[in-house]
């Protein structure tokens, strides 16, 4: 029994917290900060001030987390954000296909209370920050509402990944809020002024049939959104969720301190928006459904982004110019919205593509005004017009990663965030970061450490592409299509077959495209043109390309559109070898090709997109000459995914027992061994909502085993699903040889390996 009778002085308890590095924010962000810092040693307080992890991915919000790939829409491909974050969406996909919020919620539980290393504070908002100098923090002062306990947690290191800058803020970090002028950086997408200066938030909601008829009665306080939402027609029965993202509001007022009168705002739309569709009679198959679930916290997009060494810009994002810093990458379109969001009559959203990725710098990601003070998440060092690209979720983990992974070489090397770039520890941090998966396009390293580096790799056999076998269906052609096909610099495409029904006499025009740069896959520049006349019937058409490619690319096999003809497709599906189609994605304002109206720094060009599976499958071209582009070497190449060249090894399909024997010289110590998959990087893995046909990527082997050389088997996998799998040896495998031995998953598909690394 407690008794404690009148005292004039009560305070909460306190706890008092020492550790290496501290992460304010649990966000997606902060998740893959702290997981990627725990792995590397670092003890992490990671404060988060909501009961769950994920923030705008959380079931509180529920937004689907997305980056790079857009939905499948633009032509970035094979772009989905790797390292800590790719382990999560591909572990999120083989549990949770369906796309559940809750399940997502657990899975990031899951993955953070797995560390050691990490200390998570749930409902604890950090309201303090007490400083040793004026540009030096020291510890952060956070409240948890659910013990009543006040935490002081201190450390060298500190990561603001809280979306609204929390300890930035209160740190005195250099902030902007708002919309710089197209004067400031030559921006020329910069908003005009009566556009608005920030992106408002937004509130979502679930429905469901309940079977039965259900009444409802609208609270007092809900709009009636036939006069005051100008796109009430857009509210129907079978959208909710996400993809009424346009129910946006705020964008005209403070994004942080007027949160709650935004959040009653677009409450009254919500629970008007319902009214609507079950009460006004255009809606008769709302009958039997009910909200099943309103958010109770909006989802925000923008607030404060502050200053770092370098500020990101347009240009730096169409024009994908080089940063020798570069750690992390975008590819999300430039997306602003008008500040009068869902009450307005302009679109929801202006959206502008690049013709790929582009390189995010390491300058970006640190303050340049308190020097221990790393920046995460929406938050980093870019203008307001960059944000509109970098401050969608998978790229903001990808970039957090980084930071994490920077703190990692500041203890180690006692130096400061600053530090990392100015004393030269930028191809340390690469490197570092290549290991774990983090793709950083234009980017390789020679990772001396690699003990690959000093093997010889020998594969029982190579695919020597030569073409696809015409197993599949025959498909109109109602849109234009391409077969992408990697080529050496020097290579001439050659002769190739392709079968054809023509229902009449017709023209087919047939073109051989190229990317402007090799490392993009948009088919801006056209090389050859043939045009072949038709006779009806079914037929082989012999075609024949002898322009020469510039560089090692992809180059892009063109059919026109054209509904007279029948393509023949098949059902094989090669690792870095896709079709994709000249096609419409409106979620991402993608019309099929780019046009601006006005000179705003955006380049016209068309979209050529795949299509997701079960569809989009390869056509069944036979070419003259075999393409050996999928040799052993790709395995120590430095690039683990396709960029120019499929940049895998891939077994014969015919090869019953596809193996990889590693050899030295001499025995190696190794400690550590790390196997790099193909888990469909095009795949863009909408973590909620959307569901998935399937919940392991094809491409992925599922089954190995692995041998030293005495013929020992010393790891088996049976169920792998995951794009990197680190083995660790605590007493190292010593031995001159590693021989793996790989299992078909699918007689469609051959084993396919992007990397083999060893460290001792």
């Known amino acids: 029994m407690v008794l404690?009778?009148?005292?004039?002085?009560?305070?909460?308890?306190?706890?008092?917290?020492?550790?290496?590095?501290?992460?304010?924010?649990g966000g997606i962000s902060g998740v893959c900060a702290a997981i990627t810092a725990a792995r590397q040693g670092l003890g992490v307080v990671l404060m988060q001030d909501r009961p769950v992890l994920g923030g705008n991915g959380s079931s509180e919000i529920r937004l689907w987390m997305l980056g790079a790939t857009s939905h499948m829409g633009n032509n970035n491909r094979w772009a989905r954000e790797g390292g800590i974050i790719d382990e999560i969406m591909v572990e999120n996909t083989y549990r949770n296909p369906e796309g559940n919020p809750v399940i997502f919620d657990s899975i990031l539980l899951d993955k953070v209370v797995s560390e050691p290393n990490i200390t998570l504070l749930l409902n604890t908002c950090v309201y303090e920050v007490k400083k040793s100098s004026s540009h030096r923090i020291e510890s952060v002062r956070g409240f948890c509402s659910q013990n009543s306990t006040m935490y002081e947690v201190s450390a060298p290191l500190f990561c603001d990944a809280s979306g609204d800058g929390v300890v930035g803020f209160l740190s005195g970090g250099a902030y902007r809020m708002g919309a710089e002028s197209r004067e400031e950086f030559g921006e020329k997408f910069a908003p005009v002024e009566d556009y608005g200066e920030l992106l408002g938030h937004s509130l979502y909601f679930y429905t469901k049939d309940t079977g039965k008829p259900v009444k409802y009665i609208a609270p007092s306080y809900a709009l009636d959104v036939t006069k005051t939402v100008p796109r009430f027609r857009s509210f129907n029965t079978k959208e909710h969720g996400c993809k009424l993202w346009w129910v946006e509001y705020g964008g005209d007022l403070d994004t942080v301190h007027d949160t709650e009168q935004i959040k009653w705002e677009l409450w009254k739309v919500i629970y008007g928006a319902w009214d609507y569709i079950k009460n006004s009679?255009?809606?008769?198959?709302?009958?039997?459904?009910?909200?099943?679930?309103?958010?109770?916290?909006?989802?925000?997009?923008?607030?404060?982004?502050?200053?770092?060494?370098?500020?990101?810009?347009q240009q730096d994002i169409i024009e994908q110019r080089f940063h020798e810093d570069a750690v992390s990458y975008g590819g999300w379109s430039i997306d602003l919205h008008p500040a009068a969001g869902v009450f307005g009559e302009e679109s929801a959203c202006n959206q502008w593509h690049s013709k790929g990725i582009y390189q995010i710098p390491y300058r970006c990601l640190y303050s340049k005004v308190i020097d221990n003070l790393f920046l995460a998440g929406r938050i980093i060092s870019v203008s307001h017009v960059a944000f509109g690209s970098t401050r969608v979720m998978t790229t903001s983990a990808h970039s957090a990663q980084a930071v994490a992974m920077a703190a990692t070489i500041c203890l180690k090397e006692n130096i400061s965030p600053r530090e990392v770039y100015s004393k030269g520890w930028i191809p340390n941090l690469q490197t570092k970061l290549l290991r774990m998966g983090q793709y950083i396009p234009n980017i390789v390293v020679d990772d001396d450490e690699n003990l690959i580096k000093k093997a010889t790799i020998q594969a029982s056999s190579e695919f020597h592409f030569d073409g696809f076998p015409a197993d599949g269906e025959m498909q109109i052609l109602d849109e234009s299509v391409a077969q992408m096909i990697p080529l050496h610099k020097g290579d001439a495409l050659g002769k190739v077959k392709v079968e054809l029904s023509v229902s009449e006499d017709t023209i087919l025009e047939v073109e051989l495209r190229v990317s402007s740069k090799p490392f993009n896959h948009t088919p801006d520049i056209t090389i050859e043109k043939k045009t072949y006349s038709l006779l009806q019937g079914k037929q082989q058409l012999v075609l024949e390309f002898e322009a020469v490619m510039p560089d090692e690319q992809y180059a892009f096999l063109v059919f026109k559109k054209n509904p007279l003809v029948r393509l023949q497709y098949t059902q094989k599906r090669v690792t870095g070898i896709l079709s994709v189609f000249n096609t419409i994605n409106e979620a991402v304002s993608n019309f099929g090709k780019q046009t601006p109206k006005e000179d705003i720094g955006i380049e016209e060009f068309e979209f050529w997109c795949p299509k997701r599976r079960p569809e989009g499958h390869?056509?069944?071209?036979?070419?003259?000459?075999?393409?050996?582009?999928?040799?052993?070497?790709?395995?120590?190449?430095?690039?683990?995914?396709?960029?120019?060249?499929?940049?895998?090894?891939v077994a014969d399909p015919n090869d019953p027992t596809p193996a990889l024997t590693i050899k030295w010289d001499s025995a190696m110590h190794i400690g550590k061994l790390s196997l790099f998959f193909d888990t469909d990087y095009d795949h863009p893995m909408e973590t909620v909502q959307m569901t998935h046909p399937e919940n392991r990527m094809p491409f992925c082997v599922e089954k190995y085993k692995i041998y030293d050389d005495m013929n020992r088997l010393v790891y088996e996998k049976a169920d792998n699903y995951q794009s990197i799998n680190e083995l660790v040896f605590p007493e190292n495998l010593i031995t001159s040889e590693v021989r793996i031995v790989f299992e078909r998953s699918s007689d469609l598909i051959p084993v396919a390996l992007f990397a083999v690394k060893c460290y001792e």
């Not at 582009?629 to 940049?647: H, K, L, T």
């Open 4 to 25: 404690d009778k009148f005292n004039n002085v009560r305070m909460f308890k306190t706890d008092i917290l020492h550790t290496d590095f501290v992460i304010v924010g």
């Open 618 to 649: 390869n056509i069944a071209i036979q070419s003259e000459k075999a393409l050996h582009v999928f040799s052993v070497a790709n395995i120590d190449n430095g690039v683990d995914r396709p960029v120019q060249s499929p940049n895998a090894w």
């Open 281 to 313: 009679g255009k809606h008769p198959e709302a009958e039997n459904m009910t909200l099943e679930w309103v958010g109770c916290i909006p989802g925000k997009r923008e607030s404060r982004r502050f200053e770092g060494d370098y500020m990101l810009i």
